[in-house]
């Protein structure tokens, strides 16, 4: 069985700072993927980044990094210069390698709330 | 940009009614899924499809029926709608490389 664990149910930051968000997973996989999703109030889900367990490099995609620690099983999100439009619930999620539909598992949340 | 929609975006239904949701998308993606969402709360899979006239149970048991006729189109019903599905539905696609599943905006439901 696969678990995310979030165990910041809400994190504060100024504009302009960085912030770091963490996810710590479990799982038997060898071969795994996780992922963060920012849900805005709106309700949609939108993907923010995708890192492979044998990726030797921490994935990055414009202002958001994920800090990769395989030995630890840690999977951290890192926005960097935060702005209000970050504000949102962020998600993080594991998909294992059994089965073909590809099933995602995700984490309970961290709402962030970035002030001026 | 992901192209994956759901109607409608917000129902408010009396107990004891039919609803279908609805999801489609025109990415062609082969792997569809339904989610259940409580507010403030994580994603639960209800549902999920491998293709065509492929669909499973996900992992949080749910009184709803799914099908998949078309690549295109994963429809959701409940027979007899209870306050107690009153939730926000999310719908998603995904293929591709690393899988990333894309999703909708969601239903939310509200039943009475």
């Known amino acids: 069985a696969q678990k995310i664990t979030q165990t910041q149910p809400g994190m504060f930051v100024q504009e302009k700072e960085a912030v770091t968000l963490d996810c710590t997973y479990d799982t038997s996989d060898p071969s795994y993927g996780l992922f963060w999703y920012k849900q805005p109030s709106s309700g949609e889900m939108i993907f923010l980044i995708y890192?492979?367990?044998?990726?030797?490099q921490n994935a990055t995609e414009g202002r958001y990094s994920l800090n990769f620690q395989k030995a630890r099983k840690s999977a951290n999100l890192v926005i960097s210069a935060s702005q209000l439009g970050d504000s949102a619930m962020y998600f993080c999620a594991m998909r294992g390698n059994t089965g073909t539909a590809s099933k995602l598992t995700f984490g309970t949340g961290t709402r962030l709330q970035v002030t001026l | 940009e992901a192209d994956i929609y759901q109607t409608p975006r917000y129902l408010v239904i009396g107990t004891g009614k039919k609803i279908t949701l609805e999801c489609s998308q025109t990415m062609g993606h082969d792997k569809m899924y339904w989610y259940q969402q409580d507010p403030g709360m994580e994603l639960h899979l209800i549902h999920y499809?491998?293709?065509?006239?492929?669909?499973e149970k996900g992992d949080l048991s749910s009184e709803s029926t799914v099908s998949r006729i078309r690549t295109e189109h994963f429809p959701l019903t409940l027979e007899s709608a209870r306050p107690s599905h009153t939730s926000q539905y999310l719908c998603?696609?995904?293929?591709?490389?690393?899988?990333?599943?894309?999703f909708g905006p969601g239903t939310r439901l509200t039943v009475l």
């Open positions: 998603a696609s995904s293929s591709g490389t690393y899988n990333e599943q894309f």
């Open positions: 890192q492979g367990s044998y990726d030797q």
């Open positions: 499809s491998y293709g065509v006239n492929s669909t």
